[in-house]
């Protein structure tokens, strides 16, 4: 076997959030025995967006915010692969929003990991979509991705954790996968990372955090009562964690690549594209157009 | 002799066409080059009428160019379309019409003007109120909705009208419709059979002298009836492409309609994405994973697209986008042909990265160009655009069945695993003589790899090392010198020894081929370079044939005479003979727009 | 004489700096020039060691120039940045250091290449492991962690120490740290003062001869120490700009920054967006009801952006949109110098509209041609892009305080009630003979129209009447030529009589500059273009320059030779005398890297 | 006073469901007697998106999915303006999906109508993001913009009617223009509009549409409520239409425009921008660069 690229240290600024998410996700490749060569992780800019450097794996840096389409062509390309989607929440709630939605619509078997910092790191500190009314100067109320995952019907996986508690987050991750795996759909999973330098939370998350899966009677695949269990932790000034929504088994949308692709080997990458073997039916093709 | 053309740099705008109208006297001979417009409102159904005539005289063995004028909204509104058949090949529109069939007063008002004098105009009497010696007054929609129950089918019953008075076998006449719309099962067959047999009726009872005139039968065997957005689905598939993203956009869509129904037969995948941002991305995806994949799009999708063009450039992807050009810029005139892009895609995105830019010139050369895309792209591991342009990706036209055996899948250093095995390191982005490293794509097993749009080092790492990014702009900038030698050739049309020469590239072909013919029964003899690649600019194939001219149009609608530009950027020694011969009205340049500028330099270098 | 220059529309790279260490040998008289680099990892602060030296040698009448090398991370990796101080006007960083500061391993390694053989390293004991004999080794980073309580102080430390090693004035060098570290209140303030006192303790307590050597004073008085986004900023508000939309990209970010403190206090909004295309469309928005509104961006969000281009320009908004130009293609390298978006930024969007390309050279040039650029979009109606480079935006430098006496607001064609009461009719696209219609905006009784960026008539519907596009396009596109007097002139700098010349823009400005110095000190004079509008290109005003000349050296930061093929493409006359001089590292050029081609043309051309 | 443009025609085809959400947004200015010159009417494209060409107002045709930034920088710099943005679901919904959530976000005072009528009209019928699946081969699940707008949390107005029942329509789209001259934020407005050529609705809808308001115990305040009501009207095959949120008075975010510029007097726009007039602020801002 070849010498390949080894990962490099991760860049992050000591204590940086996103070493635990990493650490998470790592785990759970490693848990599922996904083979190196059929992982592929796809990566934002920012400095989220750089894990697949750190990673062992086929890695894509992306552009900003156009991770999502990127890791969906991948995976209908090739449905054998394992494909993370890794980014910020600049990335993936600012420029990426659209995506993001049509993401959940579109119901491929990827994952999507978003480390949410409230800020945008790599540019020093600005405010992102998720920051807090006042943080630098922010004027416009926070985004919060799971309410609105919860709002896409085809949605079918969504998940919050915290890198301050990296094996609930590489359990997340890991039941993503493995929902995966099993052809079943997009998986969301957003990781509260805090950005030590300019937005450290630590403290106050740790203090925040609440997993509504703990909540008396909660039914992690009743939508609505997701939804309105996430909107009441966060009147109390909680942030709510844990396995939000996940579809009832034998119930949600049929993920987009199964039904394009029952059959994995046969897909647009696999193919044979010789001449010789597709040659009667390009001509059938072309007799059809008289 | 050498004149000195006017000022290289200011494009002469082509000649505006003027009104003509005349006294019938018809033409007893079959007419051996026919064109029928049809007018109306938008959802008359002009292009039905129009698609039936191409299907008739196709089957005559007649040579067909139809095109459509319409505008960007569903219903209402002027839409006319024409239908030329020509005993010999053809490739744009007739400067002139012979008949016209008219479903309301704008139809005749515009039509009238192109109307040839022995020509004779069929209207639908309660809709048009002009009156004229060669305008026939016909109740075609009266009598569909009366008899067929649906005014919508007058266009069927204009089209049996016309099977009447222009002397159609009948049989091959009812055959079209046959074949048109035996398919959609339901009574629309009957229907549109009724409709026609109707039409034939309304001539009849009015008496009028049948044929009119007559149309001289064709002997062209094995073409084809495609237009230019067909022929590059099939290119795609035929090449071996397997992904496709778009998002709707006029005049792109049928290429991602083609391929819906086409892909699924070669465990291919079609998907329409909520926007162009997130085609190519997506379309990015799945060349990274291996497949060879494809967006296409027009002006404002294009434009969306810029960066992850760099992106695909930086990160050594391969990719084929194709952009059917329309009138821009920004939404300008959505239904409207132009080429005004060419610039734009050459420099497209911030930053510096090679590309190949191909510009096929009619249907057949856009499938064999598209197969040919599909391979540069994968050999150069770099984004490869097929310029298109409004009537060439619309209009239908004959062309010859395409060769299959001329196809030839290289899939340049995609590595296959046993070789991959073999290798003591591999390095996504290894530096090699010719600047194109290995490829191994997810999946395959010791080819583990980082792709980025980061400047990287040869393993795909961020790098800002100075030296290591001279190296790698190196590395992938030299392939536009390199790659020359594989690049679309271009095609030299006329008299060799002709001193006066066109250039020009995508659907001017059809005009400039038909200004070659029509210029040399005038005794002025032309060469005519049609540019395949545009960029790299094909400056040592376009010196060769500067050489004996004393004078080159070029021939583009645009405002600013693009390619012409171009040119004097990479080869500022060909300047003095260049001059530029521009439209950008929307409308396409007919034989006469090229003729007349033509003609005068000759009379005034004589 | 007349050499000609090799074939023109080949690129020569500039020559690579080659490695220079050497021994100590003091400079007895005060230096006249004296750079000092400061290297360490991402987050220790250098950048504020710079910015002290800056602020010091600004306060003693020195003209200043800073530049930065980071990596797009936050903490760690190669960091370095320099900080010139000349008496005399200086632009650009010097070629060789006097001084290095090096926190570790790495810095030494970089900055011992540039070191003069004169100058000295001030290394950071424990992080620092090179031992040699120009390298003093003080606890810089021990001395802050124990007593200042935090090892972040050590660049202050080292600040402290450079004052006792250079004989800085002690109160002076203090003032410096109150002044920049006064506002923030707490503890920063003693903490900093604390760390400069124990930087020169640490110098005296080693025992170094103090002063090592010393800088001389200078006379410069009433300037100003700023970067070119600050003064770009300052420009847009004097302007009369009023409404910023933008979303953070390196280096564009501190344009918004700067905005977000001063707008407000001018009733001006700024608004960090989701992305450059609401950033864009935003600006438009707020353009089109009559504010001055800008965009800034660097190449992604620049290509974002590209689709929106085309709208401002058919539906003939004003808007300014700056390019902070970095390293590219695609993500590329962020914090690295280039200009390689020039192509693409006059010929970026499908189809053709007209655009100014703008290119100041300094902070005072970006300041005025700031508040030009905002009466040039609103006069014209047009799209005025405003092209920075990396270093340029970034990079600190001396210039003398605006003169606002010059500023001067010309809001065009834009209507007051009164006149508007007046017309008889109010078209917003109405035909004129300048090609610009009056202007109402939304909220003017009477002025009623229709905006858009499809083809309209004059009333602003849309129209795809072929006379009427004709006339539109002329409309537009002929404000290229007609605008030529109103646009930024070049400046023309050196000997008038010089046979040699440079051509260049932007921050090329400054070692173009010097390398005129240098030239000339060694008998060869040169003349210089300082190109301040980039499209339309100047032809009038570069055929006059080139006109005395046997060769033009055009200088730029990126691979292709971008304003040379620009010039060439319309003025291919020109062809023969341009030689492109290009550099596309992501460093920028120094002033031999100039002097040497130049002499080598002189040489042969004796 | 000068001849000014003169609405034109509508281009629709006849029976097309945007002339009913013409005449109800034709009613509602003129029943709050906005005066022609204040009205700024921002189409996208679509043929929905040409409405501003067949009204009185100043008219500004934006780009595909642009709509939305354009309207709320006009607004921004002159917040005495009624800016209505309208256009279709493609154009909001597709390309333009990362605008309607941050603009939701924003909330700025602006009314957007959007005209839903599940598919790309003008570019021939193929499905939008609203498109049910099976139509044209649509594999994706459905997009609900209103449940979407339920889950950001800026979100104050939120309504849908049905052009088939045009005095409703009127009625959401009068008191969306009204909100915002409250200057309590952004409203949003979804119309059910039949496209009578590629996907003719009528019938269908005018059996499925079920106001929401007329449930029992439906309080329109309780962003909660609304979320599973909307739900369950869903899952019983019925469509909700109504004023389905709108937050309680003296609740919600502040309104942007409001915040950055409280007297409307003194905008961007308005801002009086000679030298003479700021010529000492000027000169202090020079001088605090030292
Ligand atoms: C099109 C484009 N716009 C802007 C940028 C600049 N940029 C780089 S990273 C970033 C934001 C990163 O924030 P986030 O996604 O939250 O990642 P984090 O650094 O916080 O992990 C931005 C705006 C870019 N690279 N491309
Ligand atoms: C960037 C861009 N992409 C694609 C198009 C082509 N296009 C015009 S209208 C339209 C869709 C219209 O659908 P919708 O917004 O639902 O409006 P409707 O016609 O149904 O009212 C598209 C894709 C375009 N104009 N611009
Ligand atoms: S800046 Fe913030 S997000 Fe970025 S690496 Fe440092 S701590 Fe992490
Ligand atoms: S195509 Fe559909 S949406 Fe467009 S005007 Fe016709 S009916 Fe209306
Ligand atoms: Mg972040
Ligand atoms: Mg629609």
Chains 1, 4 share one sequence.
């Not at chain 2, 082509?14 to 417009?37: K, W």
Request: net charge neutral; proline share 7%.
């Amino acid at each position: 076997m070849p010498e390949v690229v080894k990962p490099i240290p991760a860049t992050w600024c000591p204590g940086c959030g996103d070493f635990g998410v990493m650490a998470a996700l790592k785990n759970s490749l490693k848990a599922l025995s996904v083979p190196t060569e059929e992982t592929v992780i796809v990566g934002g800019i920012g400095c989220s967006g750089g894990i697949h450097n750190f990673l062992d794996g086929y890695g894509f840096h992306s552009l900003h915010g156009r991770l999502l389409p990127t890791a969906l062509g991948a995976k209908l390309a090739n449905p054998k692969l394992t494909v993370v989607a890794v980014g910020g929440d600049g990335d993936g709630y600012a420029i990426g929003m659209g995506h993001f939605i049509h993401s959940l619509k579109k119901n491929v078997d990827i994952t999507y990991i978003v480390m949410n910092n409230e800020t945008y790191g790599l540019t020093k500190g600005q405010p992102s979509p998720t920051a807090k009314v006042g943080f630098h100067g922010n004027l416009e109320g926070p985004f919060d991705a799971v309410l609105t995952a919860l709002s896409v019907s085809s949605a079918g996986y969504i998940a919050r954790g915290f890198s301050g508690a990296p094996r609930e987050a590489a359990q997340y991750i890991t039941e993503a996968l493995q929902y995966n795996r099993e052809r079943r759909g997009f998986a969301f999973v957003e990781i509260l990372s805090p950005c030590v330098t300019y937005n450290d939370t630590y403290q106050l998350w740790r203090q925040q955090v609440e997993n509504v899966e703990k909540i008396e009677g909660y039914d992690k695949s009743d939508r609505a009562k997701a939804f309105s269990t996430v909107l009441q932790v966060k009147e109390r000034g909680k942030i709510p964690v844990g396995q939000i929504f996940r579809v009832a088994d034998g119930k949600g949308a049929p993920a987009l690549d199964k039904t394009l692709l029952p059959m994995v080997e046969r897909s647009p990458a696999a193919t044979d594209i010789s001449l010789e073997h597709n040659l009667p039916k390009y001509q059938k093709l072309l007799a059809s157009l008289g | 002799m050498a004149t000195t053309p006017a000022a290289s740099t200011t494009p002469v705008q082509a000649p505006v066409p003027t009104e003509r109208v005349g006294p019938p006297s018809r033409p007893t001979a079959p007419l051996r080059d026919i064109s029928i417009m049809i007018g109306g409102q938008g959802g008359d159904g002009t292009l039905t009428v129009s698609d039936l005539l191409g299907r008739y005289f196709h089957a005559q063995g007649l040579y067909i160019y139809t095109a459509r004028a319409v505008l960007s909204r569903i219903r209402g509104g002027h839409a006319d379309a024409s239908t030329r058949a020509h005993v010999e090949p053809v490739w744009a529109q007739k400067p002139v019409q012979d008949v016209l069939v008219a479903f309301d007063d704008d139809a005749v008002k515009v039509g009238l003007k192109e109307l040839d004098p022995h020509g004779f105009v069929l209207a639908d009497q309660g809709s048009v109120k002009t009156e004229g010696a060669n305008i026939y007054h016909l109740p075609l929609s009266i009598t569909a909705a009366s008899k067929v129950g649906n005014g919508l089918y007058k266009n069927t019953v204009a089209y049996g009208a016309l099977s009447a008075l222009l002397g159609f076998d009948v049989a091959a006449a009812r055959g079209v419709i046959e074949k048109r719309f035996g398919r959609r099962g339901g009574d629309a067959l009957n229907f549109n059979l009724k409709a026609f047999d109707l039409g034939r009726d309304l001539v009849k009872e009015a008496g009028l002298p049948t044929p009119l005139f007559t149309v001289a039968p064709g002997s062209a065997k094995d073409h084809i009836l495609i237009s230019g957005n067909q022929a590059c689905a099939l290119g795609f598939v035929v090449g071996g492409g397997r992904f496709f993203s778009g998002y709707p956009i006029t005049p792109a869509t049928s290429i991602m309609e083609n391929l819906d129904k086409m892909l699924p037969q070669f465990d291919g995948i079609v998907r329409q994405v909520e926007d162009e941002l997130g085609a190519i991305n997506m379309a990015i995806g799945a060349a990274y994973v291996g497949a060879r994949a494809m967006t296409a799009t027009s002006g404002p999708g294009l434009s969306l697209m810029t960066e992850a063009m760099g992106h695909a450039g930086e990160a050594e992807v391969p990719l084929v986008i194709v952009d059917c050009q329309r009138v821009g810029p920004s939404t300008g005139e959505p239904t409207r042909h132009e080429q005004s892009d060419l610039l734009f895609v050459v420099f497209a995105s911030h930053g510096e990265f090679p590309r190949f830019v191909l510009a096929p010139g009619y249907a057949s050369d856009v499938f064999e160009m598209t197969v040919q895309a599909v391979n540069l792209a994968e050999k150069w591991q770099i984004p490869v655009f097929i310029m298109l342009d409004n009537d060439e990706s619309e209009n239908t036209q004959t062309t010859p069945g395409f060769d299959l055996s001329k196809v030839h899948i290289d899939r340049g250093k995609l590595l296959r695993q046993e070789e991959l095995d073999k290798m003591p390191a591999y390095k996504r982005y290894e530096f090699t003589p010719d600047g194109i490293s290995p490829r191994s794509v997810p999946g395959m097993k010791g080819g583990v790899s980082q792709t980025t749009g980061n400047e990287h080092d040869e393993w795909g790492h961020v790098s800002v090392n100075p030296e290591n990014r001279r190296k790698m702009m190196a590395k992938r900038m030299n392939r536009l010198e390199l790659a020359k030698p594989d690049l679309p050739a271009p095609h030299l049309w006329g008299d060799e020894k002709a001193r006066i020469g066109f250039i020009g590239f995508g659907s001017t072909y059809g005009p400039i081929r038909e200004a070659q013919r029509d210029l040399k029964e005038k005794g002025v003899p032309t060469r005519f370079f049609q540019a395949r690649t545009l960029w790299p600019v094909p400056k040592e194939a376009l010196a060769t044939f500067l050489e004996g001219l004393d004078v080159a149009f070029v021939v583009e609608h645009n405002y600013t005479g693009q390619f012409a530009r171009l040119i004097r950027q990479e080869m500022p020694e060909a300047a003095p003979k260049l001059r530029s011969l521009v439209r950008y009205d929307g409308l396409a340049f007919r034989s006469p727009d090229l003729v007349h500028p033509v003609e005068e330099f000759h009379a005034r270098s004589r």
